[in-house]
């Protein structure tokens, strides 16, 4: 079954407002990534944390990873039409399994 | 580098047919590996390859098969499709094992089985 939870499923903001996208396991994991799908294309890369507690930025992209290593959060501030897509988040187990969340879909408004 | 390409980009089949979907990449990856996609459920991984002439099941393997004789080529196989099989497929590789590196993917191929 899916061990890495996602959520909230969708999430419809105006443009110029904050989202945040959470990423829950229900174990420990090795790793988190983050992917970017936009409408009708394929997922790419966006970061990859491993260390508890990490936080990297990417302009306005700011990726969490918590302290127990079994959650994470993407927030994006001030956001552009540009962000519309859904945002996967995919974890590895400790038996090195790779497990992608059901995905955010965000809709930004003009 | 043309990265990661699938073919073909769409197909229709009926109950009962086979085919193959192809997978290609040029950034000499070792690692390769096939995911479906449908509505709400994210990616789940098929199959995947860690090497040419290693192959190994994922999370959702029954209905497929798959073949590494190349470093470059990593075909996914429908034996006698199903309806349930209708999904989007799409076919990634990394340097090194999935999950610990940058994962290419390549456009997708749209299924649907009649």
């Known amino acids: 079954g899916q061990q890495v939870m996602q959520i909230p499923q969708y999430q419809h903001v105006q443009e110029g407002e904050d989202f945040t996208t959470y990423c829950n396991s229900s174990?420990?994991?090795?790793?988190i990534q983050w992917y970017k799908q936009r409408p009708g294309g394929h997922p790419v890369f966006l970061i990859q944390?491993?260390?508890?507690?990490e936080v990297k930025k990417q302009k306005r992209l700011t990726f969490q990873f918590g302290e127990a290593k079994k959650n994470s959060s993407l927030h994006i501030t001030a956001t552009q039409t540009t962000d519309v897509g859904t945002y996967f988040c995919a974890g590895l187990d400790n038996f090195n399994k790779f497990y992608f969340g059901s995905g955010t879909k965000l809709n930004v408004k003009p | 580098n043309a990265g990661v390409t699938q073919t073909p980009k769409f197909q229709v089949l009926k109950t009962g047919q086979s085919m193959t979907l192809q997978c290609a990449q040029d950034m000499n990856h070792e690692y390769m590996s096939w995911y479906r996609q449908d509505p709400g459920m994210g990616l789940r991984l098929i199959h995947y390859s860690v090497g040419a002439g290693i192959t190994d099941q994922g999370e959702v393997p029954n209905g497929y098969n798959v073949s590494r004789s190349t470093t470059e080529d990593f075909p996914l196989r429908l034996l006698s499709a199903a309806p349930s099989q209708t999904s989007v497929y799409f076919c990634a590789s990394s340097m090194q094992m999935g999950g610990t590196d940058t994962q290419y993917f390549g456009p997708g191929t749209r299924l649907t089985v009649l």
């Open positions: 174990t420990t994991l090795s790793n």
């Open positions: 944390l491993v260390k508890s507690g």
